[in-house]
């Protein structure tokens, strides 16, 4: 059953993908540590699609980018994915492409905003906004839809964001948390904008988000039944398998 999940999602041409700390129990101490469940969705129903989405998990001791390598061998498609630097090597052969995540890049504006609204972190949320707004009206359409309305409506609004931000972060300090936010905009730039030129990819990675949030709170009993725990600990088991 694991097997037939596991390659029902990668058959996808566009997964997701996240890791999530989860505490364990180091055998024999009985302290604890902090591993990775790492966590691939696929999930096609805003493009239309019919498929069954499904989610398959991996552990591992660690958050070595070793560990997206292994899993992603052999894989072709689209990766949709935050911008940690250990999936870069799976990129790098141009088999695998990468789609950032807006709503990862528009957090960093937002915890500003909180703090201290500007009218940089304002215009940011509002322009990131209007292309939540699109994508909205067209969830569930074809890929081919999406595709068109995003080159019609979208694209202009992403130009015009870019030219802006390459403006405002000449005005900010290089050290500032402005500077940050919008650095790591432009720097995920062909990334984030991979939902313009290709109708199945979501303008953010909340699909693997989802996943990692139920899987922090997945029950002992759950765990049980998947095999990943023992009698003593949720997950001594799992970090031995992991060996």
């Not at 960093?108 to 990131?128: E, G, Q, R, S, Y």
């Not at 292309?131 to 081919?144: D, M, N, Q, V």
């Amino acid at each position: 059953l694991l097997e037939a999940l596991h390659q029902h999602v990668f058959a996808a041409t566009k997964i997701h993908t996240d890791d999530t700390p989860i505490k364990v129990l180091a055998p024999g101490n009985g302290k604890t540590k902090t591993a990775r469940l790492w966590v691939y969705t696929r999930d096609d129903r805003p493009a239309g699609s019919t498929s069954p989405p499904a989610v398959w998990f991996a552990y591992s001791r660690d958050r070595q980018g070793i560990h997206p390598q292994k899993h992603l061998k052999g894989y072709r498609g689209v990766l949709q994915a935050d911008a940690f630097a250990g999936y870069d090597e799976v990129f790098k052969s141009g088999e695998i492409l990468e789609a950032a995540c807006w709503a990862h890049a528009r957090r960093k504006f937002h915890d500003m905003h909180v703090l201290n609204a500007t009218p940089i972190t304002t215009h940011a949320l509002k322009t990131i906004g209007e292309l939540y707004a699109i994508e909205k009206i067209i969830r569930g359409k074809s890929p081919a839809e999406r595709l068109k309305v995003r080159q019609e409506q979208s694209a202009p609004i992403v130009n015009a964001l870019r030219t802006w931000l390459t403006e405002q972060i000449t005005t900010v300090s290089k050290k500032s948390v402005t500077a940050t936010a919008i650095g790591y905009a432009l720097n995920q730039w062909q990334a984030l904008t991979l939902f313009l030129s290709n109708g199945q990819v979501e303008i953010d990675n909340n699909a693997a988000y989802t996943a990692s949030g139920i899987s922090s709170i997945m029950p002992r009993v759950e765990l049980c039944r998947l095999g990943l725990a023992s009698r003593h600990s949720c997950f001594i088991r799992i970090d031995r398998l992991a060996a």
